[in-house]
Structures are given as C-alpha cells and as structure tokens.
T-cell receptor, first 113, second 113 residues
Framework: GAGVSQSPRYKVAKRGQDVALRCDPI?????LFWYQQALGQGPEFLTY????????KSGLPSDRFFAERPEGSVSTLKIQRTQQEDSAVYLC???????????FGPGTRLTVT | DAKTTQPPSMDCAEGRAANLPCNHSTISGNEYVYWYRQIHSQGPQYIIH???NNETNEMASLIITEDRKSSTLILPHATLRDTAVYYCIVSGVSGGSNYKLTFGKGTLLTVNP
C-alpha cells in the first residue's frame, strides 16, 4: 500500500525566502510527526499532531517554523525567512493511534543558499 | 527519555550475524527500547521494539538484559542491503501510545561481501 509521501523531495531557497513542505501520511493514521535531520546527525523531533490538534511543538527551533494539519490528514511545515542553518532534511512520520511503529516518508532536502 | 550509547560503526561479513549493542543505563520502568535503521537517502525504518522480554520478528531479534540497562539487536544473516545506520531509542509510553523518538547518532553498520 501507499506509504508516507513528502513533497517536494528537494527544495533550494534563497536566504530570506519562505518555504512550505508537504506531508501526506498513511490514510487513517492519527498521529503525525515532523523531524529535522542535519547532515551527519540523527533526526530531531520538531512537532507532533494527533488528528488536527498540535499536541507538542517543543522541538520547533524558532517562531519562524510553523506546522499545521487542518483536517487531520495532510500536514504542512512552513519556514519563514529561511536561514542557512535551516538547511537539512525534513522528515515526516505517521502512525496509528496505539501502534508502536512510526512510518517515515523519504524526506524533503532543503538547501538554503 | 533515557539516553542511549552506541558504537559509531561496525563491520559484518555478508551471511554472518550482526550484533549491535546499545547501552541505556538510565532507562525507567515504563520506557521501551526501539530500533530503527536508516538506509542512505531514505527515511528511518522501524525494526523492532521491546520492554523487558526478548523479541523476534522477521527482520531481527532484540535481546534485553535482565536489568534492562543494555540491549543487543541481532540481524541473523546480514546481507549487503542491511548496510545502514542503526538507531537504538528509548521512549516512554504516554496516554497509551508511544510518542516522539529521540535519535542519537546511531551505529553505521557496513556489511561487506
């Protein structure tokens, strides 16, 4: 079946531009997570949704980062006024309510020049 | 969540068992041990998880010591496609469902022909 998809796969932005990254979770998955992975590092948690409710946004690095999931399915991670330190792979994961397994998408590689 | 310690890299011959160690000496009673792996340029993939008993699935076996302070992931017959970064993660259960994952740097397992 279809897994988690993310778009675009690659994004190049000039410093100061706004970007929007999309995540399509597996159908029916209640929970959705965003992670940021810098080069050579493990993924780091950004934010978590249960349905449309954003229950944890403690990992968002600054107020330039904003995530939403208005209808409890597709999610968008928006980064305003991008900086070079925002360059990373952004991973989305989803899971069923009481499952232990998170399913990850392929990620969006963001490069800020 | 408790922190984990893993060797940065390991090698294994194709067809042999790969044994990946993980220390998690500060694990608390309600925290699970998860293993994920990340093949180059892909999102992480769930392998297995356990609380205190040893676990086995079609991918691997997980051996947890009696005091739960360390564990070993065993890939019984490693293939070249098992070359990846393997992450050992300790995570609590909140409200009946597991929550965000805290990745470290993991172990780069290289399977050699």
């Amino acid at each position: 079946g279809a897994g988690v998809s993310q778009s675009p796969r690659y994004k190049v932005a000039k410093r100061g531009q706004d970007v929007a990254l999309r995540c399509d979770p597996i159908s029916g998955h209640v929970s959705l997570f965003w992670y940021q992975q810098a080069l050579g590092q493990g993924p780091e948690f950004l934010t978590y949704f249960q349905n449309e409710a954003q229950l944890d946004k403690s990992g968002l690095p600054s107020d330039r980062f904003f995530a939403e999931r208005p209808e409890g399915s597709v999610s968008t991670l928006k980064i305003q006024r991008t900086q070079q330190e925002d360059s990373a792979v952004y991973l989305c994961a989803s899971k069923q309510g009481y499952s232990y397994e998170q399913y990850f998408g392929p990620g969006t590689r963001l490069t800020v020049t | 969540d408790a922190k984990t310690t893993q060797p940065p890299s390991m090698d294994c011959a194709e067809g042999r068992a790969a044994n990946l160690p993980c220390n998690h000496s500060t694990i608390s009673g309600n925290e699970y041990v998860y293993w994920y792996r990340q093949i180059h340029s892909q999102g992480p993939q769930y392998i297995i998880h356990g609380l205190k008993n040893n676990e086995t699935n079609e991918m691997a076996s997980l051996i947890i010591t009696e005091d739960r302070k360390s564990s070993t992931l065993i890939l019984p017959h490693a293939t070249l496609r098992d070359t990846a970064v393997y992450y050992c993660i300790v995570s609590g259960v909140s409200g009946g469902s597991n929550y965000k994952l805290t990745f470290g740097k993991g172990t780069l397992l290289t399977v050699n022909p």
